[in-house]
């Protein structure tokens, strides 16, 4: 009887092994390595953020986050990784992540004297300097993914200093070429009072020289509209918005800046005139958003989602992007000492490719990355900027943002 | 009277003359936006039948016979397989997460899929649908091109950038060769020696000895008045003799045609807007190109290289098979 026992288990282990075998055949698909082979070129990339308060997001259907930036430097770091296991490279992302009330810059500090060079930062502009500006960051490669300032690409600039985010002269002039296609030239500028907003404004009238287009006028927007919660509050914002914008002169859009996100929103069907809504809401220029799928953006989204159980946002796009163009220099070069990165990226052989349909290069003169951009509404893409007819003799994506004539960048400091 | 049907037969005796195959090829066009395939006869270039797909349907393959159609239903993980006389679909196959583009070998035995979305290589038994390997390859695999000697398979992997090259016997990856940036198809030439890689992004064409593994030549493309960052390689087809290939190449809105022996690139093609993928008529006469945004067909005599014909199939049309 043992005997037979025996045999019937054996049996019965023949029969799972041979089904196991028809339905998970050969090798199971190995996940991106987690750990570098020997003999590996090993490279860390380190990710720095910090917890600043941001404002809650008027809509409701936009989620607040806690993992925005980080989730896309992770999916990057899982895709450099794939493509290192075949050239026998490895890439770690170390996540320095500070505190709301915590100074990042000291822990930046300790990572760089540990040699961790390349550096992926989610920051302010005030921190984002304070750790160029450190003396262990001479010659580091830092990406900028979170600010949009201008300064930061005009007198601002640093030699290590590197911006994948698109700036507000790039938003503006996306969104001022659509409408210049459109002849839609008279803008009503509505703007609010935080920093961002005062910059956007500053990018708008730029714009507005540049294309041809007239400000019909300007207005502040100093109150506080209401809060995402304010139950039944939209009595007052109703009331509220054709005040604000009653009485200007003939216009064809509101160009809208509300970088703080306290008002924008609200314009939209409020306005006293039926008029479009564009700028930081309504129209918006973005390097990402959820409703882009050209260029194979769909298989981008859909990783993502994967990943992180959420819709990609700008800035986690922007840190994925930051991360994969140090491992696409690294696995182009095998080399990833800053200073070789550093010299690689700006020559003309570096382009990484981001769903946009053209590989991505770096501006010389202010270390801009330069970018299509997306134009959309609230639920679909409506254009991509550079529009058709405006043109360049070096890069189509230089009619946005700063171009080398109008630099005021000195990157010998 | 009488001359009149003379002179009538005379000219249905010339146009019947015409140098139009007098055995039509069936054309089939996979719509990508549509979740169809359009299936068109090349003699009176009217559509046959508009075959209900799984979603997103994208590249397409025969089995040798050409008596079963595969098409790559990426948004359903599926393989359709269409009988390409009732032009029903019979059957569908496991393909693993998102395939995309796929090659029967030549024996017929085999399927390899891109599995886009996941980074491997499915392989299949055609008959059965078993799942035989899973193959790890780059970020985003597409192109793949079974060797004309069944010993090796290529794969290309966009994000990577790389082309893969895979034991068919032991389903390991044998080499990658770094290409330009994003890497779309992989064909080899007639005559089997060489290997053939477009570079989308990087706006070339990659020419690699399966043997060296080397790329012995890369191909670039310059055209007066279009954008350099507008032209974007992608499906490539050699002519029957071997001597030509056509390289599609997208947002340029034009074919290249390329002289195969010098690597000189002869001329090239306007077409419809943003021509991704090719296939030669089965006489090798005639070229037709998949339009992705005009949502047409394009048919380009390949003697005089003058685009002929406009044929209209469904939205964002992708990839393009012709069956004998």
């Known amino acids: 009887m043992p005997g037979i026992m025996k045999l019937g288990s054996a049996a019965a282990l023949l029969v799972f092994v041979g089904w196991t075998a028809a339905v998970r055949p050969a090798a199971a698909i190995p996940e991106a390595p987690t750990e570098a082979s020997p003999g590996a070129l090993v490279t860390k990339i380190l990710y720095v953020g910090k917890r600043y308060p941001e404002p809650l997001p008027l809509s409701l259907l936009d989620k607040p986050l806690t993992d925005e930036g980080v989730q896309g430097a992770r999916l990057a770091i899982k895709e450099n990784n794939m493509t290192g296991r075949l050239v026998e490279q490895h890439f770690d992302l170390v996540e320095v992540i500070a505190k709301a009330t915590e100074d990042v810059v000291p822990k930046v500090k300790a990572e760089l004297a540990a040699g961790n060079r390349l550096i992926v930062a989610d920051l302010e502009p005030s921190d984002l300097l304070a750790v160029a500006d450190l003396p262990e960051a001479k010659g580091a490669v830092i990406f900028n993914v979170r600010s949009s300032s201008d300064e930061l690409r005009q007198q601002d600039c640093r030699i290590n200093l590197f911006h994948i985010m698109p700036n507000w002269a790039m938003r503006a002039d996306a969104i001022a070429q659509y409408l210049s296609w459109k002849k839609w030239r008279r803008w009503f500028v509505v703007y609010g009072t935080t920093p961002g907003d005062k910059e956007y404004l500053a990018a708008i009238r730029r714009a507005a020289q540049k294309f041809g287009a007239k400000i019909v006028e300007e207005r502040s927007y100093e109150f506080d509209a209401g809060s995402r919660r304010t139950d039944s509050g939209h009595q007052q914002i109703q009331s509220q918005m054709p005040l604000l914008t009653q009485g200007a002169p003939d216009y064809d859009v509101i160009f809208v800046s509300d970088a703080g996100e306290a008002f924008g929103d609200y314009l939209l069907f409020r306005t006293y005139e039926p008029r479009p809504v564009v700028g930081s809401q309504g129209l918006q220029a973005v390097a990402w958003h959820r409703s882009f799928e050209q260029y194979a953006g769909t298989q981008l989204q859909n990783r993502f989602e994967k990943q992180a159980k959420r819709f990609m946002t700008e800035r986690d796009y922007t840190s994925w992007l930051g991360v994969r163009a140090l491992g696409e220099a690294v696995t182009r070069t095998a080399k990833n000492a800053p200073e070789e990165i550093n010299s690689y990226i700006l020559s003309k052989d570096f382009e990484v490719a981001g769903f946009k349909g053209v590989g991505l290069t770096f501006r010389s003169w202010d270390h801009q990355m330069r970018q299509p951009i997306l134009l959309t509404g609230p639920r679909t893409l409506v254009s991509i900027s550079p529009q058709e007819g405006f043109l360049h003799q070096k890069f189509l994506t230089d009619t946005m943002g700063f171009d080398e004539p109008e630099t005021t960048c000195r990157l010998n400091k | ?324």
């Open chain 2, 1 to 324: 009277m009488m001359r009149f049907t003379a002179a009538a037969a005379v000219a249905v005796a010339v146009v019947s003359a015409d140098a139009r195959p007098s055995r039509a090829d069936t054309i089939f066009v996979s719509n990508e936006k549509d979740n169809t395939v359009t299936v068109i006869d090349s003699n009176t270039l009217k559509v046959v039948k508009t075959i209900e797909t799984g979603a997103r349907p994208r590249g397409m393959a025969f089995s040798p016979d050409f008596k079963e159609l595969f098409i790559c239903a990426g948004d359903d993980n599926r393989l359709d397989v269409v009988d390409t006389e009732t032009l029903e679909i019979t059957r569908t196959l496991e393909s693993g997460p998102d395939p995309e583009l796929l090659d029967v070998d030549p024996t017929g035995q085999r399927i390899y899929i891109a599995n886009e979305d996941e980074g491997y290589v499915t392989v299949l038994e055609r008959e059965s649908g078993k799942v035989l390997a899973e193959i790890p390859v780059g970020v985003e695999p597409e192109g793949m091109a079974v060797s004309p000697d069944n010993k090796f398979t290529v794969a290309t992997s966009e994000q990577t950038s790389m082309a893969h090259f895979i034991d068919n016997e032991t389903f390991k990856v044998t080499a990658n060769v770094l290409v330009d940036t994003r890497p779309r198809v992989a064909e080899f030439t007639r005559d089997g020696k060489l290997v053939w890689v477009s570079a989308e992004i990087g706006g070339t064409v990659a020419v690699i000895d399966p043997v060296t593994r080397k790329i012995v030549k890369k191909l670039a493309f310059e055209i007066a008045g279009v954008r350099k960052e507008l032209i974007q390689p992608v499906g490539v087809r050699f002519t029957k003799d071997g001597k030509t290939a056509f390289v599609a190449l997208g947002p340029a809105n034009r074919v290249a045609v390329v002289d195969v022996p010098t690597y000189a690139v002869k001329s090239y093609i306007l077409v419809g807007q943003r021509p991704w993928h090719m296939a030669l008529s089965a006489d090798g006469t005639k070229l037709y190109v998949a339009n992705g945004l005009t949502n047409d067909m394009t048919i380009v005599d390949v003697a005089t290289l003058k685009p002929e014909k406009t044929v209209a199939v469904g939205r964002l049309p992708w990839g393009i098979v012709v069956k004998p």
